[in-house]
Structure formats: C-alpha cells, structure tokens
C-alpha cells in the first residue's frame, strides 16, 4: 500500500476576519509545503448612528459570515478574527442585548480621569500592560456603568467570540483579544482581578479563557443547513484579534525584527517573551498585549490608513493607485502631521483637519488631493519610525528588518517611504497576514503544520514578499520629526 498523495494531504480551512470597513471569508488550503489563500466571499462593514450613538451592525456581519461559509464549500474547519475591545452583552436567556457599541462613539469621553481617580494610572499600566487609548473595554464598561442594558446582562462576549457563540452555542473568551480589554495581567495570562474589583468591573460577565488552538465547538445544525455544509464542522479557536493573527503570519527568520500591522490602524511593534511594564515605557505609550503561545505583542497604536481612508471617502472614491502615482511626485517631507494625534480618531471632515493640523504646526498648507495624500504617507512612514526606533530601545530589543503585514503592504510608497524613515530594510508582504494566521493556527491544531518557527517557514516559502531597502539618509527624517508639535 502506498502513502498518501501530496494533494490528499492538503486540507481546507475557512478563515472569518472581520476589519473595521469589511469583512471576508477566505478559505486556506494547507499542506506539507503549501499555503493557498483564496477569497470565498467579502462583505461590507457598515456602522450605524442611532440616536443612541454609534452601532456595530452585527446581524449584517453575522449574515455575511453565513454567506461566506456557504460559498467556502466543504471545510475542515472555522476560525474567527475581528477587530479588538468591543463586545456584545446577551441576558439570561443568551439573547443579545441591542448592537454592540462601536468603539469610535463617544460615551468614554472624560471617563478615563474618572479611572485613573480610583485606579492612577502607573498602577493600571504595571497592572496590565495596555497603553492609554479612550475606547479600551475597561473604559466602556465603566461608561455603562449605570446603564439598563449592562445592568440586564448575564455574558459579555467579544465580537469574534459573540460570532462564534452563535455558530456553534457555545461560549468562550479568547486570550489574544481578552488581553486588549484592559482587565488581563500580561505576566499571568489571567485576569487582572485587583484592577476589576477596584472599578467595580464584574469579571463573571466573562465567559472563560481559551487559547488559540481550543475547540471552539461545533457548527450548530441550524448552521449547517443555513451554510450548506456537512457536518461535524469544527470551529477552532484562533488569535481572534487581528492583530494576533497577523503578527503570527510574520514571515521572519528569526527574533530580530519588527512588525507593521497596517490598515484601518498601523500596530507598530516587537515580539517579545515578556512584557515591558516599566514608566518610560508607560510614557511612550506602547502597549503589552498577548499573541500565540504566550509571547507578548509589544507595539504602539497609529492611527494608519484611516486617515487615507477617510479622505477617499470625502472625496468620493477616486482611484487609488492614480491617487498615489501623483503622490509620489509631490516633494517629500513638505508637511508631516502627527498620526497617533487623538484628533483624527473621530469620522468626517478628514482633509481639512489635516490641512488644519499642517496650518497650526506652521508648515504649509497641503491643498490638492495628491499633496494631502502625500502628507499623510509621509507622516505614518515617520510615525513608523518613532515607534520602530522607540520598542528597541525600551524593550532592549534590536532588530534588522521591518516586516510590512496587511492591507498597507500594497502600497508601494508607503513601504519604502517607512524603509528610507527607519533606515531599515523592510520586507512587504503577505497582506492577507491576519487571515493567513487564522489559517495556519487552525491547520496547526488538526496536525497540518508544526509550531511557529515552522509556520513563519512556511509563509515565507510560499507567499510572494517584496523587499525595500533603504536610500538616503535618516537625518531629513529626523528634521521633519522635530516639526511636530511636543516633539
């Protein structure tokens, strides 16, 4: 009797990775030397202003997952990644209460002081690791504090774990994510119970931890007959924040290098055995959060290609790449605005709030569209570079390469704009990262790969990198940085 073939070795799994703007369902199909990835299905993300604010629509996405599953075909098994801290609240019955907040409304307003009066914020950060930034979970609870809804509510779930839950009725809080919510201890992996019991935060809410290569359950025979599978169809758990999953679809060699995450947001940062809690790192504003097998995520939040984002959306969707061919002849460095500024987290009005920011910096005013694209390319490759430079030396941790993962791994401009501004090589690719990592935590819990050194092995044999290196000096960089305001 002879072995089996290659090909009937090859399995399929169906990655569900939700961003803030659109989802998508591909499929992956793993072998002992093979990484495919195709694109079963995409669907929009589209937020809703109630008069209570601003709203998730879950029901679309839920339905754009079931439409995804469906034109997937035959799997062997789901995992689901989205987007980080914000959450669904169901009652005793396990209904969901209303659309889950969106995590740009406005309730945390003024709410971090509030903490910070019980808890200062040193101890919150030694507690926890997590960086400063308005919409983390524990500020949103606190803001809902005294509302009917949390006050009805049996189980908070997580988004990828709210969609889990009702594919397969089971319910479990994954670790990658949890540990964005401002309430998990980097050094333990468990709950921060001090920090909770202090803000009244009722940690029973949760549903217990799991890791990324639990079983999650199974697809509900509801689902099956909706979806058109057969069943049993395992959902695997999965670093089910994004950023999880595409920090382990890094294709590095070895531990010397640092990540770009870019999309919606720029998760800009290192890989380390250990969490950095130290003040200077407080300071800086970087953030601990946990990734695959118990490593830390050590990275800053930038604001990234939202704010492009939002100015194509202004001006009506014109092409992209004719947008960035005509930015790419505008003069470099000619204004640079801060991309972690606070100021532009907010939807709307995005060009004249960067033509605002240049105007009060005293640089010139960018007008055309090609020259506001230009200002922020040029400022997230700075952006990068402050935060590249600032992890290796807060975490002792030299590195060099700059590994570009994501949607941002396209642009061309941006990645060699950030390889000239950190002075680094950077390698761009693969940019389906975080579905590529769902993928391949999946297939290494069915025995289809190996641990992670094997999985970056294989992404790095299989999927088409690009690598910039870098021209001129850093020291033009090092002047427009010092045009920023506070710097």
């Not at 790095?460 to 940085?481: C, F, N």
Request: with cysteine; aromatic share 6%; net charge negative.
């Amino acid at each position: 009797m002879t072995g089996p073939t290659r090909e009937a070795a090859v399995k399929s799994y169906a990655a569900v990775d939700l961003g803030a703007s659109s989802g998508r369902v591909m499929v992956g199909r793993v072998g002992p030397d093979s990484l495919e990835l195709t694109e079963a299905h995409r669907f929009p993300n589209r937020p809703v202003r109630t008069p209570e604010g601003l709203r998730w629509d879950i029901l679309s996405l839920y339905a754009g997952v079931l439409d995804g599953l469906r034109a997937a075909g035959h799997v062997d098994s789901v995992g689901i990644d989205s987007w980080a801290v914000d959450y669904g609240l169901l009652d005793a019955d396990g209904a969901l209460l209303g659309n889950p907040v969106h995590y740009r409304d406005t309730r945390t307003q003024g709410v971090a002081e509030k903490v910070w009066a019980t808890v200062p914020a040193a101890e919150l950060y030694a507690a926890t690791g997590l960086q400063y930034a308005p919409f983390n979970t524990l500020y949103q609870l606190v803001a809902a504090g005294s509302s009917a809804q949390l006050a009805h509510a049996k189980r908070l779930l997580l988004i990828p774990d709210l969609l889990t839950y009702w594919l397969t009725g089971e319910a479990g809080t994954e670790l990658t994510n949890a540990s964005t919510t401002q309430l998990i201890d980097p050094r333990t992996g468990d709950w921060s119970y001090d920090v909770a019991a202090r803000l009244g935060i009722d940690l029973e809410l949760f549903a217990p931890l799991r890791r990324p290569g639990d079983p999650a359950g199974l697809l509900r025979p509801e689902v099956l007959e909706e979806t058109g599978l057969t069943g049993p169809v395992p959902v695997t758990t999965v670093g089910s924040h994004d950023t999880a999953s595409a920090v382990a679809a890094v294709p590095a060699v070895n531990e010397r290098f640092a990540y770009i995450c870019t999309g919606t947001w720029s998760l800009v940062g290192l890989e380390l055995t250990a969490p950095v809690l130290t003040e200077a790192s407080r300071a800086a504003n970087f953030t601990n959060e946990l990734g695959l097998d118990g490593t830390v995520r050590y990275l800053r939040n930038i604001m990234g290609l939202w704010l492009l984002q939002e100015c194509l959306r202004e001006w009506g969707n014109p092409d992209l790449g004719e947008l960035l061919a005509a930015a790419a002849e505008v003069p470099a460095l000619r204004s640079v605005v801060d991309a972690g500024d606070a100021e532009f987290l907010a939807p709307g009005r995005m060009p004249s709030r960067i033509a605002d920011a240049c105007r009060a910096s005293g640089q010139p005013v960018p007008g055309s569209r090609a020259e506001i694209t230009r200002c922020i390319l040029d400022s997230l490759a700075l952006a990068h570079r402050r935060a590249v430079r600032q992890a290796q030396e807060l975490a002792d941790h030299p590195v060099d390469v700059v590994h570009i993962v994501g949607g941002g791994a396209r642009n061309a401009l941006l990645c060699r704009l950030t390889a000239d501004a950190c002075g680094l090589p950077v390698v761009a690719g693969p940019p389906e990262a975080a579905a590529l990592g769902n993928v391949l935590v999946q297939a290494r819990a069915d025995g289809q790969t190996g641990d992670g050194t094997e999985m970056r092995r294989l992404l790095a044999r299989t999927q088409q990198l690009t690598r910039y290196e870098p021209q001129g000096t850093t020291a033009v960089w090092q002047t427009a940085e010092a045009r920023l305001p506070g710097r």
